[in-house]
Nanobody, 119 residues
Framework: QVQLVESGGGLVQAGGSLRLSCAASGRTFSNYLMGWFRQVPGKEREFVGNIRWSGGVTYYADVVKGRFTISRDNAKNTVYLQMDSLKPEDTAVYYC????????????WGQGTQVTVSS
């Protein structure tokens, strides 16, 4: 059974940094895209970026490009979201998700971790 477990959220001041982790288990993810999303109450879930597990190619939403970096550690089966130059508008619950590279929708989701950026 696939499990994605996020950690690393918390409270940080504007301009600061946080690193989120997503520990993946239950299968081999070599043919998967690992995505990060975020959601603010009352708003739709927003795509942040993703990484191809095999090859490590990344893609970012414009709103975080240049500030956020996604990476993965194959040995630990973990994906990371390094968030720098954080802004109050980055405050959200952040989710890790997974889908096959051939699929159109993410079908595995973590439970989410809260990130709060104070001004």
């Amino acid at each position: 059974q696939v499990q994605l477990v996020e950690s690393g959220g918390g409270l940080v001041q504007a301009g600061g940094s946080l690193r989120l982790s997503c520990a993946a288990s239950g299968r081999t993810f070599s043919n998967y895209l690992m995505g990060w999303f975020r959601q603010v109450p009352g708003k739709e879930r927003e795509f942040v970026g993703n990484i191809r597990w095999s090859g490590g190619v990344t893609y970012y939403a414009d709103v975080v490009k240049g500030r956020f970096t996604i990476s993965r550690d194959n040995a630990k089966n973990t994906v990371y979201l390094q968030m720098d130059s954080l802004k109050p508008e980055d405050t959200a619950v952040y989710y890790c998700a997974a889908r096959r590279t051939t699929a159109t929708m993410y079908n595995y989701w973590g439970q989410g971790t809260q990130v709060t950026v104070s001004s």
